[in-house]
């Protein structure tokens, strides 16, 4: 059983950054895609991004593509999401997810039911 851990959220002004750190506890780390998603208060939850195993490729959302960047230390088993220029709309809990099997498409990286394990989010919250 997969165990991923996330931190780094909290408070942030509007304009400012925050890292965001998602750890797995597995040994096979570097297999799997690894996504990033997040739920706001009244919302469903949506897709942030995603990043392939080997970490050449990344996937975001257009809302927040240009701001966010994902990265993978594999090494560490660790899958960070930056996030800069943060608006109150990205107010929200993030969530990490794996997908044992990886991720090779769009489709793949956004579909949520096809992650595998998830952690347990981490609050994120951007004031005007």
């Known amino acids: 059983q997969e165990q991923l851990v996330e931190s780094g959220g909290g408070l942030v002004q509007a304009g400012g950054s925050l890292r965001l750190s998602c750890v797995a506890s597995?040994?096979?780390?570097?297999?799997?895609?690894m996504g990033w998603f997040r739920q706001a208060p009244g919302q469903e939850r949506e897709w942030v991004g995603s990043?392939?195993?080997?970490?050449?490729?990344?996937y975001y959302a257009a809302s927040v593509r240009g701001r966010f960047t994902i990265s993978r230390d594999n090494t560490k088993n660790t899958v960070y999401l930056q996030m800069n220029n943060l608006k109150p709309e990205d107010t929200a809990v993030y969530y990490c997810?794996?997908?044992?099997?990886?991720?090779?498409?769009?489709?793949?990286?956004?579909?949520?039911?096809?992650?595998?394990?998830w952690g347990q989010g981490t609050q994120v919250t951007v004031s005007s």
């Open positions: 990043i392939r195993g080997s970490g050449d490729s990344t």
């Open positions: 997810a794996a997908r044992v099997s990886g991720i090779y498409t769009f489709t793949e990286a956004t579909n949520q039911n096809r992650y595998d394990y």
């Open positions: 597995g040994r096979t780390f570097s297999g799997f895609g």
